[in-house]
């Protein structure tokens, strides 16, 4: 068997341990998902067609979600400040306190038992195989905000960024976080 099979049958695996843990706390997987995500997010980026982008799932299927999340307590909808039409997706203490007890923490343990050499490896190989399912599937590739070509840094002084896209202040915080506008510099 070649290599890149050896590689498939190996990723396949792993996603089905780490899918097995989304049901923990009687959550299902896509929920676990959204909350993930909204930590991760920054706050143009948390928005349900953000999210739906980000999870490539069905609108239906992230309304459901984000309606079953709202109701466990865990987020909370607001009207966006530009855009009566749209709302922002915030995670609530609840939800943020939930992720605390994501049992995915033992894959990013596992992770971090790696060698330096070995995660950057790992890393650059699954880039590389997303960024192809990405543009093959017509999918948006979201990304840092510190790594995208509209990204100011210190426009605002030290550690106070600019979007140039959206003309917005960016903290360090946020710099670091998951935007859907990210386009690599």
């Known amino acids: 068997m070649t290599e890149p099979h050896r ?79 749209s709302v922002r997706l915030e995670l609530t203490p609840a939800g943020r306190a939930m992720l605390k007890d994501d049992r995915i923490e033992a894959v990013r343990r596992a992770l971090a038992r790696l060698t330096p050499a070995r995660a950057a490896a790992l890393e650059d190989g699954l880039q590389a195989l997303l960024s192809g399912l990405i543009v093959e599937g017509g999918g948006r590739p979201f990304g840092l905000c510190r790594a995208c070509r509209h990204f ?24 670091d976080q998951i935007c859907v506008e990210q386009e690599a510099a």
């Open 7 to 85: 590689a498939l049958e190996l990723m396949e695996r792993l996603v089905r341990l780490v899918g097995q843990t989304g049901h923990a706390h009687g959550m299902k997987p896509a929920q676990w998902d959204g909350l993930r995500y909204l930590a991760r997010a920054n706050r143009f980026s948390r928005t349900p067609g953000a999210l739906t982008a980000y999870l490539g799932a069905t609108k239906g299927t992230v309304s459901q979600t984000v309606i079953a999340l709202e109701r466990a307590g865990l987020v909370e909808k607001s009207p966006h400040p530009g855009d009566r039409r």
């Open 152 to 175: 100011g840094k210190d426009a605002h002084g030290p550690g106070r960024h600019l979007c140039r896209l959206l003309g917005e202040p960016l903290t360090d915080a946020e710099s």
